[in-house]
């Protein structure tokens, strides 16, 4: 089945500065990349996905980017505020309609942002 | 606006006995899942759903079950509860195969 991996497990940046979280991915014929935001006591939230007719993707401060070939995925924030401090998933999924039943995640990335 | 509510939020059980946590969308989605969120391992998919009367398992079902008698509901049965399953529960819905999931806030259960 699919395997995700997901780094950095923490990172920790300055406000107003960038930050770079990257996953790779095992299964080559996944196709559905989703980022999931999420901020203590809730449940993840949906903050921007790609698919793998795309390389790049990008939503006001938030990017990403795709590299089929080399089997990984980036979620890029530019100037980093408080309220980007959260956990981050990536998640991969072979199947065509990008179902949950295929979806696979990533442990997480705990953004913080430094004042 | 449409949502989808866990309960309870929090949720203490002894080794043994059968819990029950509640999943309610008013998404009018057909598709629902069970995650389990724990340390080092991420969200981790438990049971799923395509409509009413559907069930499938998922990564990790053994011990847990699931029954879908509407299109609103998803509860989620810990048989005999155990130590093990001590995490924090996530449900989520979707409208259809290829659209985002919608998560709830979760239940935090702790089996003693």
């Known amino acids: 089945g699919e395997n995700v991996e997901q780094h950095p497990s923490t990172l920790s940046v300055q406000e107003g500065d960038s930050a770079v979280i990257k996953c790779t991915y095992s299964?080559?014929?996944?196709?559905?990349f989703p980022w999931y935001k999420q901020e203590l006591g809730k449940g993840p939230q949906l903050i921007i996905d790609?698919?793998?007719?795309?390389g790049e993707k990008k939503d006001q401060r938030i990017a990403v980017t795709l590299n089929k070939t080399a089997k990984h995925f980036s979620l890029h924030i530019t100037e980093t505020q408080p309220e980007d401090s959260a956990v981050y998933f990536c998640?991969?999924?072979?199947?065509?309609?990008?179902?949950?039943?295929?979806?696979?995640f990533g442990k997480g990335t705990h953004l913080i942002i430094q004042p | 606006d449409a949502e989808i509510t866990q309960s309870p939020r929090h949720k203490i059980t002894e080794t043994g006995r059968q819990v029950t946590l509640a999943c309610h969308q008013t998404w009018n989605h057909n598709n629902m899942f069970w995650y389990r969120q724990d340390l080092g391992h991420g969200l981790r998919l438990i049971h799923y759903?395509?409509?009413?009367?559907?069930?499938n398992k998922g990564e990790v079902s053994d011990g847990y079950s699931v029954s879908r008698s509407n299109t609103e509901d998803l509860p989620l049965t810990l048989e005999s509860a155990a130590s093990s399953q001590t995490s924090v529960y996530f449900c989520?819905?979707?409208?259809?195969?290829?659209?985002?999931?919608?998560f709830g806030n979760g239940t935090r259960l702790t089996v003693t």
């Open positions: 998640a991969a999924t072979p199947y065509s309609g990008g179902g949950a039943d295929g979806l696979t």
């Open positions: 989520a819905s979707s409208e259809m195969v290829g659209s985002p999931l919608h």
């Open positions: 759903s395509y409509g009413v009367q559907d069930t």
């Open positions: 299964d080559s014929a996944s196709n559905y």
């Open positions: 790609i698919r793998s007719n795309v």
